[in-house]
């Protein structure tokens, strides 16, 4: 299968998806994460429309986006990109210049030096908090209890404009397993916006290529998939 089948039939998986939902189409945006795969892989999906993509890594995407300049010229200018692995804090200042928008802060202290950056040039960097809702050690994101305080912080800096929230569940055979984790995403979204005024959180980033059709049941508005686009993934990510 070529990526542009692959891209065609994830886009109708999700419009299917989305009409079991009851759910406009276009409320559902594609992500493709491009993360490990060198730029023909991205100049193909380019080709066959795709516009918004998912890099883990602050130097591998500044990589890539520069030998995509020789490929694809302004094109380059036309993708939205997304920052979803972590970031370390002595990369958020090339993070603010380089990305669309970076989906995975999950401390005040990454957000405020993200807004430290944009902030001073006037620039609005939309972000998404990322949220850990298990207990496995190794996972990113701020745990439930302290996010809405990190919400309060957010909404108060000028340079970010934090759009919602963002999650990768625990890893279940069974994309079921997935579905209490992102009704529970849905469910803090709720509340927050409920409790901290004036506070809007349209996006909810969760599904990837395995669960991406239970996410749009619970409300996702961005899947973030990989594999269904590009193939099993050509080297270890970490
Ligand atoms: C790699 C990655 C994905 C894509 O995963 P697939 O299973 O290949 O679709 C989605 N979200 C995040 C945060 C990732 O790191």
Redesign the pocket.
Known sequence: MSIRENLDRVRTDITEACARASRDAASVKLMA?S?TWGPTALVEAFEAGQRVF?E?RVQEWDHKQQQLHSLIGEGVGTLETHL??NLQSNKTSKAAWLFSAVDTVDSVKVAARLNDVTAQVGKVLPVLVEVKLSDEESKQGVDEYELPSLLRHLHEMEGIDVRGLMM?PPWTDDAEGARPYFRRLRELRDEAERTIEGLHLPELSMG???DFAVAIEEGSTCV?????IFGV?PRA?D
């Open positions: 994460v993360k998912g883990n979803i692995g990768v990837m290529s395995h973030r998939i990989g594999t269904a993934r990510e």
